[in-house]
């Protein structure tokens, strides 16, 4: 059976922002998760924060089109990507 991952709650200080670091704690996840034989990573963002949604997809995630209620506010979306 094929492994997969979650990268689950991922954060920066707004001074830490637009500076690489999501793109390096992303990738340090992705190498960390194949190392251990995972082939997928999934990941859930609101579908109000474009800005993670854009770090994600340039970093190869991909929307799955699934999505859940934020019990906050709108929807939170699955994207995935393979490793």
Known sequence: EALS???NQMWLD???RSQGYAEALLAAAEDFARERGVVSIELWVEDDNPRAIRVYERCGYQATGEGEPNLRR???LRFTKLL
């Open 74 to 76: 709108g929807a939170t």
């Open 14 to 16: 707004e001074d830490r």
């Open 5 to 7: 991952a979650e990268v």
